[in-house]
């Protein structure tokens, strides 16, 4: 937990950084909206990640790019922190919600997902 409680301290520095002191207040005060605004952030990064592999299958000049694919990798993580953190969300509470949300993954494989599990 150590780690992941370090990433979470580092990208409130740099949001502070970004949005000034008081940015998990700016977060926490208008959560629609940062919600909005990284959840857009996060689908590029995400298309950025896709551009890192040869995917026009008709364009022959495509070369994979995975070092920069392992950069657009941690753009996404850092975004994504944003986005618990909007949510109020602590590492742990990350953490334990992906548990809980794993442990239900598992149980739809082992029912082969013939219904949707209560989460």
């Not at 502070?16 to 002191?21: Q, S």
């Not at 990284?38 to 000049?61: S, T």
Request: hydrophobic residues 45%; proline residues 2%.
């Amino acid at each position: 937990m150590d780690k992941l409680d370090a990433l979470f301290e580092k990208q409130e520095q740099l949001n502070a950084r970004i949005l000034g002191t008081d940015a998990q207040k700016i977060l926490q005060n208008a959560p629609e909206e940062w919600l909005l605004k990284f959840a857009r952030a996060l689908q590029q990064e995400v298309a950025e990640l896709v551009d890192c592999v040869p995917w026009k299958w008709w364009a022959h000049y495509q070369k994979s790019d995975l070092e920069h694919a392992k950069v657009e990798l941690i753009d996404i993580l850092h975004f994504v922190i944003c986005l618990a953190q909007t949510l109020g969300m602590s590492a742990e509470d990350l953490f334990n919600t992906y548990m809980k949300k794993n442990a239900v993954n598992f149980q739809r494989q082992d029912d082969g997902y013939a219904e949707k599990a209560k989460e």
